[in-house]
């Protein structure tokens, strides 16, 4: 039967705290992170017991959670790390806009949702394939297609019709 009190994740805390912790710094966290990293951990362990499920060893459990939360940091900085430098301008070799058609059309971008505007963004502006818009959003490919469709057809009609769109 496994054990629904509360006071096993405060108990764990007051005796693992300080070294899950230390734990989460030598696996490369910030020391924000890491205290971000241990509060999930006791947490998903608090939520874990409410919900029922036994844990037999509730340190190790919350340790291993750790792991995997701080590993999960890892990856998500790595993805990031390579999506920036595309997303940011290229400084060599930038010219700024060839004509006053190309900032109409980043003005009328500007004006769509905030899901359609990042999808064009990430497809035309930093090249990247819808199946890649989809993984940086959480979405999938097809729904990324169809944001840029929709916003494609937003656009048509801003810049069809100016004075209507704003």
Same mark, same amino acid.
């Given at each position: 039967?496994?054990?629904?009190d ?5 108990d764990?805390?007051?005796a *693992?705290? *300080?070294?899950l912790?230390n ?6 966290l910030? /020391?924000? =992170?890491?205290? =971000? @990293?241990?509060? *999930?951990?006791?947490l998903?362990l608090?939520?874990?017991l409410?919900r029922g499920t036994?844990v037999a060893?509730?340190?190790?459990w919350?340790y %291993? ?6 590993m999960? $940091?890892h990856?998500?900085? %790595?993805q +990031?790390?390579?999506?920036l430098?595309?997303?940011?301008? $290229? %400084?060599a070799?930038y ?5 006053s =058609?190309r900032?109409?059309?980043? $003005?009328?971008?500007?004006r769509l949702s905030?899901?359609?505007? @990042? @999808?064009i963004? +990430?497809?035309y502006?930093?090249d990247?394939p819808f /199946?890649?818009?989809?993984?940086a +959003? ?7 297609r169809?944001? &840029?469709? %929709?916003?494609?057809?937003a656009?048509?009609? $801003?810049? /069809?019709?100016?004075k209507? &769109?704003?």
């Amino acid at each position: 039967m496994p054990v629904l009190d509360a006071g096993v994740v405060s108990d764990l805390h007051a005796a *693992e705290g *300080e070294r899950l912790y230390n734990f989460a710094r030598h696996l490369g966290l910030a /020391d924000e =992170d890491a205290a =971000d @990293v241990v509060q *999930e951990s006791l947490l998903r362990l608090w939520r874990e017991l409410r919900r029922g499920t036994a844990v037999a060893n509730p340190a190790a459990w919350t340790y %291993r959670t750790c792991y995997r939360l701080a590993m999960s $940091q890892h990856r998500w900085r %790595r993805q +990031l790390s390579r999506l920036l430098p595309r997303l940011a301008p $290229q %400084r060599a070799g930038y010219s700024g806009p060839e004509s006053s =058609d190309r900032l109409s059309v980043w $003005q009328a971008v500007d004006r769509l949702s905030p899901r359609q505007r @990042v @999808v064009i963004y +990430l497809h035309y502006a930093a090249d990247l394939p819808f /199946d890649e818009v989809g993984l940086a +959003l959480g979405i999938s490919a097809s729904s990324a297609r169809t944001h &840029a469709g %929709r916003a494609m057809v937003a656009i048509r009609s $801003q810049l /069809d019709h100016p004075k209507e &769109a704003q």
